[in-house]
């Protein structure tokens, strides 16, 4: 069921039903489109740089890793168009992470894995040897 809601960007009241933005923001958002897709799809500036589409469509940078984000420009036809790492600042072309940044979060979760381990092992030792001071007390004990 369809509410009524403030557009985020305008602050107009409309319909909320398929998009997150009212008619009119929608519209202007499918116009930045279609200038930062022409502007990549000319020959002399198809390795332009995230940047360069930027000062050429006088887009927001936002919007244009947005429309990237969403699948609507595919990097893999222009190979310079990335955005940057949300850790690092690397430009990237997939994901939120660079490969590095990810691996990094991959090695501080093992090495957290690895301590949980080592303090469970640790704990079960301490375990055992109580374990096994209580048995010998039990049977010294019977034994008297």
């Known amino acids: ?36 897709y022409k502007f990549i799809r000319r020959r002399e500036n ?8 930027v000062e050429g469509t006088e887009v927001e940078k936002d919007m244009i890793v947005r429309f990237i984000r969403e699948g609507r420009l595919h ?5 310079n ?3 940057p790492c949300a850790k690092c600042g690397k430009n990237i072309n997939d994901g939120k992470l660079c490969g590095d ?13 690895r301590q949980k381990a080592y303090e469970k092992r640790k ?6 040897k109580y374990q096994t001071y ?11």
């Open 46 to 53: 198809r390795k332009a740089t995230l940047d360069e589409v």
């Open 134 to 144: 209580s048995s010998m007390n039990d049977r010294l004990n019977r034994n008297r």
């Open 1 to 36: 069921m369809a509410e009524l809601v403030n557009c985020p960007n305008c602050g107009k009241l409309y319909v909320k039903a398929l998009r997150s933005v009212c008619d009119v923001c929608a519209r202007e958002v499918e116009n930045k489109f279609d200038i930062v």
């Open 81 to 83: 168009l990335g955005y």
């Open 101 to 113: 940044c990810t691996d990094g979060f991959s090695r501080d979760l093992e090495a957290g894995d």
């Open 75 to 79: 990097v893999s036809q222009f190979p």
């Open 123 to 128: 704990e079960d030792r301490e375990k055992a």
